[in-house]
């Protein structure tokens, strides 16, 4: 596999490439587990495919920067790359643990964002990832405002103790634990700071996770770095949930044809047009394959 910037228009090549890897990769995986053990074999595979893909991002990445590729080179070669990786990757998995509708529907949802996110790693646009904060630090911060506050009040030693004290009930009650403020994507464009959710679609189960979001923007909004916490949906049709988080105020909820759009935007990528030219799943995908997802109404799902 010899890469260039060529790389990125050479899906033939790739897919043929991680195919004969795959072959190689299952071999090694048959004589590791039993024929009942598909789930192990499953996970392993996916596995060295994942490090097959790493290892090919690893020398685009290192010849990029060898030959002075631009950002948009280096992202459509490592773009197809991953692609061919995807495809190469579904198909295995079905190999040994045949798909059914719910694991291949939430499997093409789960490629859908760290896809997404290639065009934050090699950004067009003059664009910085950022790391966030924890809530431990948030937390202190906060606390240590308030206590400065109470004791600058015109009260006695005893009554501002009292203050801290109930204060800090009210943070033992709220809090049952850390909360997560790590995202799926933190980054810094045109001098602010962005907070990044990435969704497939909403399920019909998701009060819990739209409380979380809801709270995890609150704490952000009352942070003094001015965040913009942002939720990039795929599906363009969603539920209750998503409209509570649009309609939140503290979220900029966007969805289907929306959410690529903000993406350009941010990115300077129209990851969008890059799929619409070269993801097509049903054309790709293995013949034996695709006849599966079609008897069995799949195919629905293969759509980006």
């Known amino acids: 596999m010899n890469i260039t910037k060529e790389t990125a228009k050479n ?3 790739l897919l ?12 090694e995986v048959n004589g590791e587990y039993g024929n009942t053990e598909y789930k192990k074999k499953a996970k392993k595979l996916n596995t060295l495919l994942v490090k097959a893909r790493t290892t090919i991002i690893e020398i685009i990445e290192q010849k990029g920067k060898k030959e002075n590729w ?3 080179e280096i992202l459509e070669c490592v773009l197809m790359v991953t692609y061919c990786n995807y495809v ?3 198909e295995v998995r079905h190999s040994v643990w045949p798909y059914e509708y719910m694991a291949f529907s939430r499997r093409i949802g789960e490629l859908w964002e760290p896809f997404c996110k290639l065009a934050f790693e090699y950004p067009i646009n003059d664009l910085e990832l950022f790391v966030p904060p924890l809530f431990a630090d948030v937390k202190k911060q906060l606390a240590d405002e308030i206590e400065d506050f109470i004791n600058g009040l015109n009260l006695t ?3 501002k103790e009292q203050l801290i004290k109930y204060y800090n009930k009210v ?12 995202l799926d994507l933190h980054f810094i464009f045109e001098g602010k700071k962005y907070v990044v959710d990435f969704k497939s679609g909403f399920g019909s189960n998701e009060k819990g996770n739209t409380n979380r979001l809801l709270l995890v923007a609150s704490i952000y909004h009352n942070l003094e770095d001015n965040y913009e916490p942002l939720i990039f949906v795929r599906a363009s049709e969603n539920n209750n949930y998503f409209n509570t988080l649009k309609n939140s105020g503290i979220w900029s909820a966007f969805s289907g044809s929306e959410t690529y759009d903000e993406l350009h935007k941010y990115s300077g990528f129209d990851i969008r047009s890059w799929i619409n030219q070269n993801v097509n799943w049903a054309e790709d995908l293995d013949d034996d394959f695709v006849e599966h997802l079609e008897s069995n109404d799949l195919t629905q799902y293969l759509t980006w």
């Open 11 to 13: 899906k033939e090549g």
């Open 16 to 27: 043929q490439y991680f195919r004969d890897r795959s072959s190689e990769f299952l071999s």
């Open 70 to 72: 631009t950002n948009k």
């Open 88 to 90: 190469v990757m579904l």
């Open 157 to 159: 030693n005893e009554e």
């Open 171 to 182: 943070w033992s009650l709220v809090m049952s634990g850390e909360i997560q403020l790590e």
